[in-house]
């Protein structure tokens, strides 16, 4: 009896380990395993005798931090990063601050039609980003956009938004247009969770909207707030499908204009994998120091608050 009641025992508190193994072994499969041939590799190169010609002519060897060090030195990884971190400068205030304002639109008791509205801004987030990028590539295009056949016939100005510096702004358009549905959920969520009792605390005490808005909704939703921008600064640093389809449609995109797309260019074009490896490593290593290195930071000063 005691037996069966040990096995009984053991068997319930196995249980939850059971149904996590079918997520651990996919985690272990398609994630965990492939990360780590990523960095083998990141320390691996061909070295080639002679002319290169007969087997065992290249040889995969060592390689050590040579694949790293190059590409700290490649001035294109270094200018990605820069022409990423301008990107960044703009779609990710635009975007939190759009998602912002639209959920507390939302969550105001005079707004009409809330779940149509909530809908038609969520919606955008829905479409593939490569979809996204070619409607709003037909919508650049002087020549096939209605736009610019409007501002034609009104005699205004037509911009091109696909050279120069309006390159960023056509870019952060799309990306802006296709997150901040998401965002503004987040936030939305949030909104809805504080007590009723709290804002009717606020309008007793004589509170107008404007400062139930930014003196308790915006404070009380602080942790929604950071984790929407910590999951901006990775999808930012992460962009690749919207100037990889914009590129056949200007010249100011080149093959290495992002981080990822550089990594893309070696492993597929120059057919350096092992070079690629050690870029995408490091990309990853920069995006993981940057958002630990947030979430303490946020962490750090909710304490500071909590304490005060």
Avoid: H
């Avoid at 985690?27 to 080639?48: D, E």
């Avoid at 120059?270 to 290195?293: K, M, P, Q």
């Amino acid at each position: 009896m005691s037996g069966s009641t040990s096995r009984r025992s053991y068997g319930v508190k196995g249980a939850p380990y059971g149904f996590l193994l079918p997520a651990a072994i996919l985690f272990a499969l398609f994630f965990a395993l492939p990360i780590g041939y990523a960095v083998w590799l990141s320390f691996r190169k061909v070295r080639v005798s002679g002319l290169g010609l007969g087997s065992g002519a290249r040889k995969e060897v060592w390689a050590g931090f040579e694949n790293y060090t190059g590409a700290l030195r490649d001035s294109e990884l270094l200018d990605g990063a820069l022409r990423v971190l301008g990107y960044g400068c703009i779609v990710v205030p635009v975007m939190l601050g759009l998602a912002l304002l639209f959920a507390l639109m939302l969550d105001s008791d005079k707004v009409r039609l809330a779940p149509f509205t909530r809908l038609a801004i969520f919606l955008p987030y829905a479409i593939p980003g490569v979809v996204a990028a070619l409607l709003w590539g037909f919508l650049y295009l002087p020549d096939v956009s209605p736009f610019y056949f409007v501002l034609d016939k009104l005699g205004l100005p037509q911009p091109d938004l696909l050279d120069g510096g309006p390159l960023y702004l056509a870019l952060s358009n799309i990306a802006v247009w296709g997150g901040t549905g998401f965002n503004m959920i987040v936030i939305y969520t949030s909104l809805r969770s504080i007590p009723a009792e709290v804002y009717e605390a606020a309008r007793l005490d004589g509170a107008t909207p404007l400062q139930i808005a930014v003196r308790i909704k915006i404070p009380m939703v602080a942790p929604s707030l950071v984790l929407t921008f910590f999951f901006s600064i990775i999808a930012t640093l992460q962009v690749f499908n919207e100037p990889t389809t914009l590129k056949p449609l200007t010249n100011s995109v080149n093959t290495t204009w992002s981080p990822l797309m550089k990594v893309y260019q070696d492993a597929f074009g120059r057919n350096d994998v092992y070079s690629a490896a050690a870029e995408a490593t490091l990309i990853a290593v920069v995006t993981l120091l940057l958002s630990f290195g947030f979430l303490r930071a946020a962490n750090r000063r909710n304490k500071q608050e909590a304490a005060g």
